[in-house]
């Protein structure tokens, strides 16, 4: 389940900063989630490019043509933008860190979302880490819906995935993964990890598993996972956007709307529509980065980017939009990303990435890119 290769950044590209970048194919990935569970468009943080165009508007209801500018919801006035001279010298991304507090992890003050949390852990545990089928198939829905291109959809395909790894261990109490976060929101659970990569140097990346739970069972999962060069997709179901991005934007919570909101007009007006120069206005000053193949903080930000920007007109929605999911001060945002497989056949997959909020602002981001 690792494994996105950077791609060339278009105008969709601009994402990367943000940390936001592909996958490499070389790249060995994280124990396979194959539940079994990068960006696109001039949205891209160097992240692959999605397929889906003329997104529905914020509103749910389709346009014709082009969408309409919209214009974003700004947080307080930004600092002037310094110039590269002003900056200073530029530092590297910080390394992604493991929270081995899983007990903090799995708690939340309300009740459905800390048994969907445990739900996720416990599938984890059984069935990616112990590979017991037998004992993990209570977890699934029988229609088990599949994202990831490298696994059949439906229990059954899941199941007989992991039965083909090898015979069941014995199950642990805690989960061996290194876990950065494990987010939920409504019926969405989003576990985190750290991805250790070892070429062309020794680095870490973030990896990302998605899950939908529906009557007290995971019913749906996407994951970054790319097929190998030669590889061919399996029997599953390629991701798709929403065409209700509000309904996901939004929610009950007065303060996870504002950190969803301030994510989704960040992202449409300075990765979308490469208004570069508006970054201050999102992202805090001492803004952490954990792309491998960025800058830290809001001055490594601006240089990336200013070398690509072109500035155009903020759209109403962000394209090829899946799901975003808030817990406390995260957000994790997915995406549909498309690669092109053997035989010059183009296929989807999921990119994600994670952001911190604080005091209004982002603070930290987390994306599933990779050195090549």
């Known amino acids: 389940m690792r494994m996105l290769f950077f791609r060339s950044l278009s105008l969709a590209c601009l994402c990367l900063a943000l940390a936001c970048s592909s996958d490499d194919d070389s790249s060995p990935s994280p124990a396979p989630s194959a539940m079994t569970s990068p960006i696109p468009s001039a949205t891209d943080s160097a992240m692959p490019a999605g397929t889906v165009t003329n997104p529905a508007p914020a509103n749910g209801r389709p346009t014709m043509g082009s969408e309409q500018a919209a214009a974003p919801l700004l947080p307080a006035t930004p600092e002037p933008a310094m110039s590269q001279e002003d900056m200073g010298p530029l530092q590297p991304a910080l390394p992604v860190v493991e929270n081995a507090d899983h007990a903090q992890l799995l708690s939340s003050p309300v009740p459905e979302l800390a048994a969907n949390k445990r739900l996720v852990y416990d599938t984890w545990r059984t069935l990616i880490e112990a590979h017991d089928t037998q004992a993990a198939e209570r977890f699934l829905a029988p229609n088990y819906i599949q994202h990831n291109p490298n696994a059949d959809t439906g229990r059954a395909g899941v199941l007989a995935f992991f039965a083909s790894l090898g015979p069941a261990q014995a199950v642990q109490e805690r989960v061996r993964t290194p876990l950065v976060a494990i987010v939920a929101e409504r019926d969405y659970v989003a576990l985190v990890q750290v991805d250790a990569q070892t070429q062309p140097r020794p680095y870490s990346t973030t990896w990302f598993d998605l899950f939908r739970i529906e009557d007290g069972v995971i019913a749906e999962h ?47 007006t300075v990765l979308d529509a490469q208004q570069v120069e508006e970054a201050p206005r999102f992202l805090a000053p001492g803004y952490v980065q954990h792309n491998p193949q960025a800058n830290t903080g809001l001055q490594g930000f601006l240089a990336f980017f200013r070398q690509f920007a072109q500035p155009r007109p903020v ?12 817990e406390g001060d995260l957000v994790v945002l997915a995406r549909v990303t498309t690669y092109t497989g053997a035989g010059g056949t183009p296929y989807a997959t999921t990119w994600f990435d994670m952001f911190r909020v604080g005091e209004g602002l982002l603070v930290e981001h987390w994306d599933t890119a990779t050195l090549q």
Not at 226 to 254: F, H, I, K, W
Not at 315 to 326: L, S
Request: net charge negative.
């Open 315 to 326: 759209q109403a929605t962000i394209p090829n939009f899946i799901q975003m999911v808030a």
């Open 222 to 268: 996407w994951d970054h996972r790319r097929l190998a060069a030669d590889g061919t997709p399996r029997g599953y179901v390629p991701p798709t956007p929403t065409d209700d991005q509000e309904a996901s934007v939004n929610s009950g919570d007065t303060q996870l709307a504002t950190n969803k909101r301030l994510v989704y007009d960040m992202w449409r």
